[in-house]
T-cell receptor, first 113, second 113 residues
Framework: DTEVTQTPKHLVMGMTNKKSLKCEQHMGHRAMYWYKQKAKKPPELMFVYSYEKLSINESVPSRFSPECPNSSLLNLHLHALQPEDSALYLC????????????FGSGTRLTVV | AQSVTQLGSHVSVSEGALVLLRCNYSSSVPPYLFWYVQYPNQGLQLLLKYTTGATLVKGINGFEAEFKKSETSFHLTKPSAHMSDAAEYFCAVSDQRSYIPTFGRGTSLIVHP
């Protein structure tokens, strides 16, 4: 298995809703990442988990809450989002904190209404 | 601090023509360099990477890139464009101090029949 699987692929939520994005990989990668990508822009790093511990939080608003239940799973909990949070949310993984490149999932297209 | 400059937000070629996407980087230590491709409504896919060793790197889908330290460049080429190559291409740089990659702004490759 050489994939990162993200669910759901599309999500529409109201500003008062609570929802979660899920990411799963079975490549034995020990580093996992959340990125946010706006249209026609490069991905922006949000969070990094290394060995299931949060190692980087790029000053992301608290309405985004990451969770890493085990080495294969990464969640992003969403609450009280704003319309400007609408974007493609990408999960990625890599072999530890190495420089050999990332494997990205296909993303969750989030629309906040 | 690292930085990446991708010259040209759009590059247009005819099918069968040479593809050249330009990437220049800035890094105070030896860099690790990457090219990613993103098809519409997809995540990023690693095309190729340079870490150490041979400066001409071959990747998937017939792409290759050459690391030129004296020019601080890592341009992406493909001898003959195919319609399926139409996508967004991101150059990225990291190093041993900061394994988190810095992405360029992206170049949209348009392939005309």
């Amino acid at each position: 298995d050489t994939e990162v699987t993200q669910t759901p692929k599309h999500l529409v939520m109201g500003m008062t809703n609570k929802k979660s994005l899920k990411c799963e990989q079975h490549m034995g990668h020990r580093a996992m990442y959340w990125y946010k990508q706006k249209a026609k822009k490069p991905p922006e790093l949000m969070f990094v988990y290394s060995y299931e511990k949060l190692s980087i939080n790029e000053s992301v608003p608290s309405r985004f809450s990451p969770e890493c239940p085990n080495s294969s799973l990464l969640n992003l909990h969403l609450h009280a989002l704003q319309p400007e949070d609408s974007a493609l949310y990408l999960c990625a993984s890599s072999q530890d904190r190495t420089v050999y490149g990332y494997t990205f999932g296909s993303g969750t297209r989030l629309t906040v209404v | 601090a690292q930085s990446v400059t991708q010259l040209g937000s759009h590059v247009s070629v005819s099918e069968g023509a040479l593809v050249l996407l330009r990437c220049n980087y800035s890094s105070s230590v030896p860099p690790y360099l990457f090219w990613y491709v993103q098809y519409p409504n997809q995540g990023l896919q690693l095309l190729l990477k340079y870490t150490t060793g041979a400066t001409l790197v071959k990747g998937i889908n017939g792409f290759e890139a050459e690391f030129k330290k004296s020019e601080t460049s890592f341009h992406l080429t493909k001898p003959s464009a195919h319609m399926s190559d139409a996508a967004e291409y991101f150059c990225a740089v990291s190093d041993q101090r900061s394994y988190i990659p810095t992405f360029g702004r992206g170049t949209s490759l348009i392939v005309h029949p």
